[in-house]
């Protein structure tokens, strides 16, 4: 598979102020970051809440620019666009959000909705239209419901009409920024089944981000896992659920792949709360350990 993004020495660096705003320090939430997605492929992420998952979604998709770093998209420097090519490039990026609930402005049927980021970029009300429609139907929403308002829809539907608004403007790649931990168990399954039936149909390319190591167990090609803001581990989905090689990555999964869910979120916890010095192998680079399998050496 060619080659669609690319991420170079990614950082961002946010001022840490206290409650009378007075600077005490600084965070860095994504911190040099290196990385490439493939056209087709979903790669997922990883990590518990705070470890920079959403922050480098964001970063790529330049709704928030880093400190420093890039962002190649397509062989292309977005940081070196002008603000009408980045502006021109970003229909082919789009993002599908955690809550559905939120996502969607209360006051706009469905079909405004999802037409809303067409008519934005120029598109004829009429053509708007048409594509809107289409792409409802290809996310299972019937042409009876779509003017209707989010309020007549379950969440499930919701999160089905903000996908169809993702695909409308025919991105080739999508950002998942946990698009089904806010749904019920039994409408997940659904939901990803959805995507990866979208992804075949419309040839897209997704970042995945997730805390549910069972859901990218299901749909990523491969799996990053993040730790404080860095990429501990990468390597195909099945290799790094089988074969861990990081510390991190298998308390991970040891935390959370297990029956008894109250058990995995307080196992989850312990995981989170260990000091930096029982995984200082995120401190130095990446290594390749295995062909595609890359692990954070130990600290130069």
């Known amino acids: ?113 999802v037409m809303e980021p067409l008519t934005a970029r120029g598109t004829p009300a009429d053509a708007a239209a048409t594509i809107a429609r289409e792409a409802l139907t290809a996310v299972g929403i019937d042409q009876d419901a779509v003017h209707k308002r989010p309020r007549a829809f379950s969440g499930g539907q919701r999160q089905r009409i903000a996908i169809a608004r993702a695909i409308a403007p025919r991105p080739a790649f999508i950002v998942c920024d946990e ?47 993040m730790r404080r803001g860095r990429i501990v581990e990468l390597a195909p989905t099945a290799e790094l659920f089988d074969a861990p090689q990081h510390p991190y990555t298998r308390r991970l999964l040891e935390a959370v792949l297990v029956p008894d869910p109250e058990s995995a979120r307080e196992r989850l916890a312990h995981v989170a709360s260990r000091p930096a010095a029982e995984a200082s192998a995120s401190d130095g680079p990446l290594v390749e350990v295995a062909p595609g399998h890359f692990v954070a050496s130990s600290p130069l």
């Open 1 to 113: 598979m060619s080659e669609l993004i690319r991420v170079e020495s990614l950082r961002k660096t946010y001022q840490v102020r206290n409650a009378w705003g007075r600077r005490t320090g600084t965070l860095d939430a994504v911190d040099g970051v290196d990385l490439t997605i493939s056209a087709g492929e979903t790669l997922g992420i990883v990590g518990e809440s705070g470890s920079g998952k959403s922050t480098l979604g964001r970063l790529i998709l330049q709704m928030e620019q880093p400190t420093a770093g890039s962002v190649i998209y397509d062989g292309r420097d977005l940081s070196t666009m002008s603000r009408r090519e980045r502006y021109a490039r970003r229909g082919e990026m789009q993002v599908i959000h955690q809550d559905p609930y939120s996502a969607l402005n209360p006051h706009r049927s469905a079909l405004a909705s």
């Open 179 to 225: 698009p089904v931990s806010a749904l019920d168990m039994s409408i997940q399954a659904q939901v990803t089944d959805l995507l990866q039936k979208l992804q075949r149909e419309f040839d897209l390319t997704y970042l995945f981000i997730s805390h549910d190591l069972s859901v990218v167990r299901e749909i990523a090609t491969r799996t990053a896992v």
